[in-house]
């Protein structure tokens, strides 16, 4: 497993040609729904348009990280990542905010792959068995 903040679009692509598509996993990290990046390029787009090129670039899956929301227990779905689902056709895991179990199968109803969950696991909020019902 490689990972690293992507500082260029060209780690991006060279990285896809090294490992293959199907083995590059990018995390697209904000804030309160903004884009954080090192690429001076991305500090002034939104996150859609960054999905967008990664999408034409050949990536296969992303993750979706608003570390606004992580270990908030927010719940929902925020409207950012649902616009993103419905462009990008790939596998899309997300984290931050998971509150509850309820919280998981709305992610899974809209099609999201999957969800990373630490603090709801943790404090009990949602248990093992909870997670049986995904294998």
Do not use: C, H
């Amino acid at each position: 497993m490689f990972t690293s903040r992507i500082n260029s679009y060209e780690i991006i692509r060279e990285g896809l040609k090294i490992f293959g598509k199907l083995n590059v996993i990018v995390s697209v990290d904000m804030f309160k729904g903004k884009l954080i990046s090192k690429i001076k390029e991305l500090k002034t787009q939104n996150p859609i348009e960054v999905v967008s090129t990664l999408k034409k670039f050949g990536v296969k899956e992303l993750i979706l990280l608003d570390l606004f929301r992580v270990g908030q227990k927010i719940g929902g779905i925020p409207s950012i990542y649902l616009k993103i689902r419905r462009i990008f056709k790939g596998a899309v895991l997300v984290g931050g905010g998971i509150k509850d179990f309820g919280d998981m199968l709305n992610y899974y109803n809209n099609k999201f792959t999957g969800v990373l969950v630490a603090t709801a696991l943790y404090d009990g909020s949602i248990s093992i068995d909870n997670l049986k019902i995904f294998k």
